[in-house]
């Protein structure tokens, strides 16, 4: 279970600029396997692993941590 964390930033909810500026934000952030997908809309990001990959869904997640780290 994860362990809760304050939010330290953040863009105003239902702001026109927002979602623009989220997908300039996350636009280096890419899937490691080959099969792997990062879809990027708006305000969200979805992590597609089929269940035959070249990389497990653990360590995507493992790269997705790693790059909100170098972020903050």
Same mark, same amino acid.
């Given at each position: 279970m994860s362990e !809760? *964390?304050?939010?330290?930033?953040?863009?105003?909810?239902?702001?026109g600029i927002g979602p623009?500026? !989220? *997908?300039?934000?996350?636009?280096?952030l890419k899937a490691l396997g080959s099969l792997n997908t990062l879809i990027k809309f708006a305000d969200d990001c979805t992590l597609i692993v089929p269940a035959v990959s070249d990389v497990s869904v653990e360590l995507e997640m493992i790269n997705i941590k790693k790059w909100m780290i170098s972020c903050a």
């Open positions: !809760f *964390l304050p939010i330290t930033r953040s863009v105003v909810q239902g702001s623009g500026m !989220f *997908l300039v934000y996350i636009a280096d």
